[in-house]
């Protein structure tokens, strides 16, 4: 039997309710200030966080949080960061949809999480390949081919542009071309 299963669900949606109040209030094991100014924060690691410092004491909030938060679903998913949008967001652009705003911010919070990936020089995974190697360190020979060594180097610079025609767009053109 799994946590979430239908006859542990009384006792899930009281753990989680206490469990959230508490971390609401800062309270219980949420009641160190440290763990508010945790650098996984600010990096976008909440699911990192959660696992941490909610799943030791509150299981189902814990997993909860894990789940919200991770790397799937990010926190976008999970709610809307009214701080990421205050930075695309001016009088001028005032009646921008939800949709458009959604994706201006999507487009901010990569290049914010890159630009700090190369400040905080973070794991190379992390960072696109591009950012990885200069030219000099790709095009380095260390004479191997002279012992009978072959490398492969076939490997290319790539950058992917994925285009597609969204619903909106053919009623624009439509519109356009029947003008």
């Not at 039997?1 to 109040?21: H, K, P, Y």
């Not at 705003?101 to 390949?129: F, Q, S, T």
Request: charged share 30%; proline share 2%; aromatic share 10%.
């Amino acid at each position: 039997m799994g946590i979430f299963d239908a006859q542990n669900m009384g006792r899930v949606l009281t753990e989680f309710s206490s469990s959230l109040t508490l971390f609401q209030d800062k309270a219980g094991g949420w009641d160190e200030a440290f763990i508010w100014n945790d650098p996984l924060l600010s990096q976008g690691k909440a699911h990192i966080w959660h696992r941490q410092y909610s799943l030791p004491h509150a299981e189902v909030f814990g997993k909860v949080g894990c789940v919200a938060q991770g790397q799937l679903t990010g926190m976008g998913a999970a709610e809307r960061n009214w701080a990421h949008v205050k930075n695309i967001w001016d009088d001028a652009k005032a009646n921008m949809t939800a949709e458009k705003a959604e994706k201006k911010v999507k487009i901010w919070e990569g290049i914010r999480r890159e630009e700090l990936a190369i400040r905080n020089d973070l794991d190379p995974i992390d960072v696109p390949l591009y950012r990885q190697w200069t030219d000099d360190e790709v095009n380095f020979d260390l004479g191997l081919d002279k012992r009978g060594v072959e490398i492969d180097t076939t490997a290319v610079d790539e950058r992917r542009f994925l285009n597609y025609m969204e619903d909106w767009e053919g009623e624009c053109i439509k519109k356009k071309n029947s003008t």
